[in-house]
């Protein structure tokens, strides 16, 4: 069976960090593009950052330069360290494992940024 777990949401200040953890367990975690994707309240579910299995990664351009996604092979986890947050950036967060035709998702953590 398939789990994504996420962990690390939270309530943070704007300008503060969080760091995000993906935790998998019954895929070929180093086979499988990882990325990190979010959704805010009455919008669409949007690409936040992306890391392949080949360890290339893509950002959206509203986080360039204040995230990083990087992936631990040994431990099966795929992390976001979010810096500098806004307000912009409250959403639930979801972890995404793709390859080929394969593709699963996590539950989501929620991330607030607010004063």
């Known amino acids: 069976q398939v789990q994504l777990a996420e962990s690390g949401g939270g309530l943070v200040q704007p300008g503060g960090s969080l760091r995000l953890s993906c935790a998998a367990s019954?895929?070929?975690?180093?086979?499988?593009?990882m990325s990190w994707y979010r959704q805010a309240p009455g919008k669409q579910r949007e690409l936040v950052a992306g890391?392949?299995?080949?360890?290339?990664?893509n950002y959206a351009d509203s986080v360039k330069g204040r995230f990083t996604i990087s992936r631990d092979n040994a431990k099966n986890t795929v992390y976001l360290q979010m810096n500098s947050l806004k307000p912009e950036d409250t959403a639930v967060y979801y972890c995404r494992a793709k390859m080929t035709v394969r593709n699963y998702w996590g539950q989501g953590t929620q991330v607030t940024v607010s004063s």
């Open positions: 019954g895929i070929i975690f180093r086979s499988y593009d």
């Open positions: 890391l392949t299995s080949g360890f290339s990664t």
